[in-house]
Nanobody, 123 residues
Framework: QVQLVESGGDSVQPGGSLRLSCSTS????????MGWYRQAPGKEREYVAH????????FQHNDVKGRFTISRDIAKATLYLQMSRMKPEDSGMYYC????????????????WGQGTQVTVST
């Protein structure tokens, strides 16, 4: 069983920055593909970014590329999502996910999901 605990959600103004954290286990952070999804009210859940377990390669959705950065601290067993130049359309519940395969993570079939942390971008 993999535990995922998100934190860091908040309300920010457009153009602002926020960093989300996802605490997990040492085993998970180095053996699972880990990433972030988000869901805005009335919209479908969408992929944001992920990181590979062995090499730490990172990938992002085109909508956030250049603005969001996914990273991890293996010693702290924590996944991060640094968000900058935020837009109102970035608002939503952000979920940390962990999957055994990259395919499962990218197609919303990750084995483990956190409870989510709320992000609101507005004036």
């Amino acid at each position: 069983q993999v535990q995922l605990v998100e934190s860091g959600g908040d309300s920010v103004q457009p153009g602002g920055s926020l960093r989300l954290s996802c605490s997990t286990s040492a085993y998970a952070i180095t053996n699972y593909f880990m990433g972030w999804y988000r869901q805005a009210p009335g919209k479908e859940r969408e992929y944001v970014a992920h990181i590979t377990p062995q090499n730490g390669y990172t990938f992002q959705h085109n909508d956030v590329k250049g603005r969001f950065t996914i990273s991890r601290d293996i010693a702290k067993a924590t996944l991060y999502l640094q968000m900058s130049r935020m837009k109102p359309e970035d608002s939503g519940m952000y979920y940390c996910v962990a999957a055994r395969t990259e395919y499962k993570l990218r197609f919303e079939n990750a084995e483990y999901w956190g409870q989510g942390t709320q992000v609101t971008v507005s004036t």
